[in-house]
């Protein structure tokens, strides 16, 4: 079965970095897109980041551009969030997601940024 096993998260000081990984495991990975999203707390959850099959196209919520970086290892069947100069207003938690007939989630990781 699909299984998606986010990690990464954490505390981290305003400016500082953090980079999430994906582990995927119960489909052939190479052929989908994979994405992540985040959800505040008392806010929809909201697409951050895709990324095509071979990695050579991504996409980015306008609030990240510059700051964030999806990326993927299709050998190793996990997909990355690179994210830099991070801000108060990142505070959420990430979901890992893959659409295969229907969106399949991770458990997700809680990323904080607070001084």
């Known amino acids: 079965q699909v299984q998606l096993v986010e990690s990464g998260g954490g505390l981290v000081q305003p400016g500082g970095s953090l980079r999430l990984s994906c582990a995927a495991s119960?489909?052939?990975?190479?052929?989908?897109?994979m994405s992540w999203y985040r959800q505040a707390p008392g806010k929809e959850r909201e697409l951050v980041a895709t990324?095509?099959?071979?990695?050579?196209?991504?996409n980015y919520v306008d609030s990240v551009k510059g700051r964030f970086t999806i990326s993927r290892d299709n050998a190793k069947k996990t997909v990355y969030l690179q994210m830099n100069s991070l801000k108060p207003e990142d505070t959420a938690v990430y979901y890992c997601?893959?659409?295969?007939?229907?969106?399949?989630w991770g458990q997700g990781t809680q990323v904080t940024v607070s001084s």
């Open positions: 119960g489909f052939t990975f190479r052929m989908y897109s």
């Open positions: 990324i095509t099959r071979a990695g050579g196209t991504t």
């Open positions: 997601n893959a659409y295969i007939n229907r969106a399949y």
